[in-house]
């Protein structure tokens, strides 16, 4: 059961690693770039970004996956499902959690999307917010303050 005045439960596809996220959710995006496309085997990511203190483990050891490089990636160390990246900004630390992985994945469309210059070319999603590569840090709260007067 989903309560968004508790947060939202998810895990991975074999169940070992669960973890909570607590409201409000900041973003939802979704990243076009080649590592994100081959991380997936599909055209895109799909993320919602939290507070990095409104993120919690419940079970499970994730480990590092993808190119062990900053962003850091963590996956199941049981089936290798992709759950979460953590990010480390001058702004913050979040978490952007697979948007699939929730128990009950909202159906909230993406508000931005990053490296639209390596998309495929038949990909067409249309979100407010559109950057050929990643937005500048300055630009963060902006968009965030956008995306949650939208959502209330």
Request: proline share 7%; aromatic share 10%; net charge neutral.
């Amino acid at each position: 059961m989903q309560d968004m005045k508790h947060g939202k439960l998810g895990g991975c596809r074999c169940g070992q690693v669960r973890f909570q996220a607590k409201p409000p959710v900041l973003l939802t995006m979704a990243c076009h770039c080649k590592g994100c496309q081959r991380m997936t085997a599909s055209a895109f990511s799909l993320s919602e970004m939290y507070a990095g203190a409104n993120f919690e483990l419940l079970s499970g050891n994730p480990v590092q996956g993808g190119m062990k490089a900053s962003p850091v990636h963590y996956v199941c160390p049981e089936c290798s499902s992709w759950v979460y990246t953590k990010v480390s900004s001058t702004i913050g630390d979040f978490i952007n959690v697979r948007a699939t992985m929730f128990d009950a994945p909202d159906q909230s469309p993406p508000f931005l999307e990053t490296c639209t210059a390596e998309k495929l070319d038949w990909v067409e999603i249309g979100a407010p917010h559109a950057y050929e590569k990643f937005p500048p840090h300055e630009k963060f709260g902006g968009l965030i303050q956008e995306f949650m007067a939208r959502s209330t």
